[in-house]
């Protein structure tokens, strides 16, 4: 679970971060304005290709995506 | 009355925060033809003022050039002022086909089809050719139409980081099992002035079997050896699927684009692309200027040479003086400010100087990135410079930024 925190954390700073801030597990992504709703597509795209699991779009939504944290409970929903 | 006091004074709001914020835009009346040499009214009521302009797209000084404007004028007399109706119906002339074809030659690519601005050409091609399949992957500081045409395709949509050839590799990779992929990026960002690296870009596009598209609308012209655009500078001639320019900056500057590329995607976007459909193309007077400007360049590279001139003294003399600009070898010359207050108080100055050139600051550009952007023309002579640099001495001596570092403006104006 925490390995999957790091590579998702890694992969939202190295994609949408770009300056030097500071995200945690918790830090409003969405809602925060550090990745754009457009940009969430994309987003599902890796946690997909990178699971190997499938998430039905009604699911991806921006609350759901709204922090590490929260895409790790979606994923993992997926994952069984 | 539907508009009633409450939904009228809604909007007076949402204007008053704008204007309190200082994100109103102004207009600046411009009494006399586009040129170097202009009659500016501002505010509007105030006497009119002699300025030269550095911040129009007239790159090759075109606007108002006497055998443009003939042409356009014996167009008026020959074709007419407008066709009343779109393309398909009745309103195709010969000019029209005319002109495309003559930009297809231009640019070097298979076909061209016109579009009433290069906005409705980017707002349309992509929704044409692409379907909820397939993927679009952008660089991140294209230009706000094609963001638009983006957002009105059903294809899914990436981006990649600022030129970063890796990270477009990587989203290559990602989408590699779509069914067709379309690579997006401007030729010349309008805000930095830099190019695009079309020549590692094509190489990508075939490593991945994607397509690869280019709003080359700063670059058409004069960008390139003998102007074709910035796939000529970068040697990659023949191997774009899709260009989007306008006619509407460096060639005549009136208005009008298009979409020139193979000719699948073109005959894609005449059967399908709604702001070609459902819309006038370009009005007569302006193809016969358009083909004119056309025929000029494809005679003489004179201007686009001349420009090439101006841009490196215009560049090295703003370096001398101690300015920061953006590098690169484009005539879009940004002068770096950074701060937001700083850029509309150097602006105003230079206009009491005689220069006209404006700030730009967030969300225009990112935050702390706050610029004069300058654009030179072939239009220009020496002395315009020399004036505009004298101003721009002046000035940057006034607020103490000569020879200044960015972070020392930082830490004297913030940021």
Not at chain 2, 315 to 341: H, Q, S, W, Y
Request: hydrophobic fraction near 40%; charge should be negative.
């Amino acid at each position: 679970m925490e390995d999957m925190k790091e590579i998702i954390k890694a992969y939202v700073i190295n994609e949408y971060v770009e300056d030097d801030s500071e995200i945690t597990y918790d830090t409003p992504l969405i809602s925060g304005g550090i990745v754009d709703s457009f940009s969430m597509v994309s987003l599902k795209r890796f946690l997909e290709n990178k699971y190997k699991i499938s998430i039905p779009d009604d699911k991806a939504t921006p609350e759901a995506f709204d922090s590490v944290n929260k895409i790790c409970s979606l994923v993992n929903e997926y994952l069984k | 009355m539907a508009y009633s006091d409450k939904v009228r004074g809604s909007y007076q709001e949402i204007l008053t925060g704008m204007k309190n914020a200082g994100l109103l835009k102004v207009e600046r009346y411009i009494h006399s033809a586009q040129a170097a040499d202009i009659e500016v009214e501002f505010p509007t009521g105030a006497p009119l003022k002699k300025v030269i302009n550095i911040c129009a797209n007239n790159y090759l000084g075109l606007s108002s050039h006497p055998e443009v404007v003939k042409a356009a004028h014996a167009g008026l007399d020959s074709h007419g002022y407008g066709m009343s109706s779109v393309r398909f119906i009745c309103g195709t002339q010969d000019i029209h086909r005319q002109l495309e074809q003559m930009v297809t030659k231009f640019l070097g690519t298979e076909d061209t089809i016109l579009f009433p601005s290069c906005m409705d050409a980017n707002a349309g091609v992509f929704e044409a050719v692409l379907t909820k399949d397939d993927v679009m992957i952008s660089d991140r500081l294209v230009h706000a139409s094609i963001v638009d045409g983006i957002r009105l395709c059903s294809a899914m949509h990436d981006t990649f980081k600022h030129s970063d050839m890796a990270h477009l590799e990587e989203k290559l990779q990602l989408h590699n099992d779509k069914r067709l992929k379309m690579v997006i990026t401007d030729g010349v960002f309008s805000m930095d002035g830099d190019t695009a690296k079309l020549d590692q870009m094509a190489d990508l596009c075939e490593k991945y079997d994607a397509m690869l598209f280019c709003d080359d609308s700063h670059a058409s012209g004069f960008i390139g050896k003998t102007g074709r655009g910035t796939h000529e500078k970068c040697g990659v001639m023949g191997r774009m699927d899709i260009i989007t320019t306008t006619f509407g900056k460096g060639l005549g500057g009136a208005s009008g684009g298009c979409v020139s590329g193979r000719k699948e995607l073109v005959e894609m976007c005449r059967q399908k692309a709604r702001p070609y459909l459902f819309s006038n193309t370009i009005a007569p007077p302006v193809v016969a200027g358009v083909i004119k400007v056309l025929e000029i360049l494809s005679a003489t590279t004179e201007r686009r040479d001349k420009l090439e001139k101006n841009t490196e003294f215009w560049r090295k003399g703003l370096t001398d003086i101690g300015l920061i600009i953006k590098e690169g070898d484009t005539p879009i010359v940004p002068v770096m400010l950074f701060n937001a207050k700083l850029s509309q108080d150097v602006s105003r100055d230079l206009y009491e100087e005689g220069i006209y050139a404006i700030g730009f600051f967030f969300p225009v550009v990112p935050q702390s990135q706050a610029r004069i952007r300058t654009q030179i023309s072939a239009g220009h002579e020496i002395h315009h410079l020399e004036k505009a640099l004298d101003a721009f001495k002046k000035v940057g001596k006034k607020y103490n930024i000569l020879g200044k570092s960015k972070q020392e403006i930082i830490e004297m104006y913030g940021m």
